[in-house]
C-alpha cells in the first residue's frame, strides 16, 4: 500500500541551529500538506501545495519556516534558526485533489530543540 | 471554513458501540464534514465523509443531522485498538480547500 514517507523520524537539535525535513508523497498526489502538532493539541496547518505552486501559507512563520514543493513532487520544510518553542511533531500530508477528499498522512517528525 | 465542536473525552466499552457527537453549526451548503482519527504517535488517519447523506463504509457510519448542523460518527463494535483522538472536520469542495483540524475527542475504549 502506498504511503506518505517522512524523515527523519526523530530529530534533536540545538536552539539556532537550521533543521529540515523531508516528505515524499503518495505518486501522482497533487496536493500537499505540511502540519505542526503541539503535544495536546490538534494538527496545525502550516503550509499547503497544490503542485508546486503555494495554495496557502497563512500560518507559516516565514521569519524562520520555508517550504518548497520545487518539482511538484517531494516537499522540504526547514527551520532557521530553531526556538525550543517549535518542539513538535511535523506531518506531512498528501492527497489526489486537495481538502475534499481523503489526505493520506506520515508518520512525522518529532523535533525537540534544546 | 465553518467551525466544530466536539466534547473533549468519552468513555466507551468494548464491544458496544462508540458515539462520536460534533456540532457545525455554522457550516454552509458546499461544505463536507470529514473525520478523521490520530492513534496515539501515529499520523491522522481518514474514517469517513459526507455531505448531507448518510454514508457508511468498512469502519464506521456517519449520521449527519437534516439541518446539517451536527452530525454523529458510529464505531459499531469498538475495541481497544480505537482508542484515539477523533477530529471531525468542515472543509469544502475544491483543490484548495484546507483541512483544519480542532483539539478533536479522546475515546477511551474500555476492556
Known amino acids: 500500500e502506498a504511503e506518505v514517507a517522512q524523515s527523519p523520524r526523530y530529530k534533536i537539535t540545538e536552539k539556532s541551529q537550521a533543521v529540515a525535513f523531508w516528505c515524499d508523497p503518495i505518486s501522482g498526489h497533487a496536493t500537499l500538506y505540511w502540519y505542526r502538532q503541539i503535544l495536546g493539541q490538534g494538527p496545525e496547518l502550516l503550509v499547503q501545495f497544490q503542485d508546486e505552486s503555494v495554495v496557502d501559507d497563512s500560518q507559516l512563520p516565514k521569519d524562520r519556516f520555508s517550504a518548497e514543493r520545487l518539482k511538484g513532487v517531494d516537499s522540504t520544510l526547514k527551520i532557521q534558526p530553531a526556538e525550543l518553542g517549535d518542539s513538535a511533531m511535523y506531518l506531512c500530508a498528501s492527497s489526489p485533489l486537495g481538502g475534499n477528499t481523503e489526505a493520506f498522512f506520515g508518520q512525522g517528525t518529532r523535533l525537540t530543540v534544546v | 471554513d465553518a467551525k466544530t465542536t466536539q466534547p473533549p473525552s468519552m468513555d466507551c466499552a468494548e464491544g458496544r458501540a462508540a458515539n462520536l457527537p460534533c456540532n457545525h453549526s455554522?457550516?454552509?451548503?458546499?461544505?463536507?464534514v470529514y473525520w478523521y482519527r490520530q492513534i496515539h504517535s501515529q499520523g491522522p488517519q481518514y474514517i469517513i465523509h459526507?455531505?448531507?447523506n448518510n454514508e457508511t463504509n468498512e469502519m464506521a457510519s456517519l449520521i449527519i443531522t437534516e439541518d446539517r448542523k451536527s452530525s454523529t460518527l458510529i464505531l459499531p463494535h469498538a475495541t481497544l485498538r480505537d482508542t484515539a483522538v477523533y477530529y471531525c472536520?468542515?472543509?469544502?469542495?475544491?483543490?484548495?480547500?484546507?483541512?483544519?483540524f480542532g483539539t478533536g475527542t479522546l475515546l477511551a475504549v474500555q476492556p
Open positions: 459526507g455531505l448531507k
Open positions: 455554522t457550516i454552509s451548503g458546499n461544505e463536507y
Open positions: 472536520i468542515v472543509s469544502g469542495f475544491g483543490a484548495t480547500n484546507k483541512l483544519i
